[in-house]
């Protein structure tokens, strides 16, 4: 069964701090990580990462992915009250056939306080 | 921009009705999805389908059924609703892979809050 766990589940920082999420997976036939911001509605795309060692870099978000380790994280530097959601990990798994499948974590549920 | 849409953002129904979910994507995407969202247990894939008239079960279709009748449109069905589908559904679009290998990330709509009494 595919497995991918967030941590922490929750966390509350002040406006300036630096934090970091993590992801860490377990699945058959991997193709590519992703993570999604979500606050009060529909997820947005952030990142996708499909090779280890490469950051990907997006203003003050930044995310890299180790594939021999299998975990990713992504930084938030500056942080700012707008980046306060739940920060969602997922990975594509390859399900044969031209269908892939994305397997979600539970998410990181981030609170930025002024 | 790619845009996902779905019919309702919130929907009350009860128990024993039949409900009916639609999502609408402009892009031409080829793959879509239906999740549920439920705190404590995050984004769960209820179906998808990879092409029209294609469905694939997901990790929890037990309960639902759906139909890809035309590219643009998926509907989740909840032949016979009861209460634990009580939950906020979110559909997703994705393109495929580009003959250069790139692969696309998956688009979500704004999510129906579907309450079942």
């Known amino acids: 069964e595919d497995k991918v766990v967030q941590s922490p589940l929750s966390l509350v920082v002040h406006e300036g701090d630096t934090v970091t999420l993590n992801c860490s997976y377990e699945v058959t036939n991997f193709r590519s990580l992703l993570w999604y911001k979500q606050e009060k509605k529909a997820p947005t795309f952030l990142f996708m990462l499909t090779s280890s060692g490469i950051e990907k870099k997006s203003g003050r978000l930044s995310s890299i992915l180790d594939k021999k380790e299998l975990f990713s994280i992504l930084n938030i530097t500056a942080t700012q009250t707008g980046d306060s959601a739940i920060y969602l990990c997922?990975?594509?798994?390859?399900?044969?056939?031209?269908?892939?499948?994305?397997?979600f974590g539970k998410g990181t549920k981030l609170s930025v306080i002024p | 921009d790619v845009k996902v849409t779905q019919s309702s953002r919130y929907l009350v129904k009860r128990t024993g009705e039949k409900v009916f979910l639609e999502c609408v994507q402009d892009m031409d995407h080829e793959n879509m999805f239906w999740y549920r969202q439920d705190p404590g247990l995050g984004l769960r894939l209820i179906y998808f389908?990879?092409?029209?008239?294609?469905?694939e079960k997901g990790d929890i279709p037990e309960g639902y059924s759906v139909s890809r009748e035309k590219k643009e449109r998926f509907s989740l069905i909840l032949e016979s609703a009861s209460t634990n589908q009580t939950s906020m559904y979110l559909c997703?679009?994705?393109?495929?892979?580009?003959?250069?290998?790139?692969?696309?990330?998956?688009?979500f709509g704004p999510g129906t809050r579907l309450t079942v009494l």
């Open positions: 997703a679009s994705r393109n495929r892979d580009s003959l250069a290998g790139l692969y696309n990330e998956q688009f």
């Open positions: 389908s990879y092409y029209v008239k294609k469905k």
């Open positions: 997922a990975v594509e798994v390859d399900r044969g056939a031209g269908s892939y499948q994305l397997t």
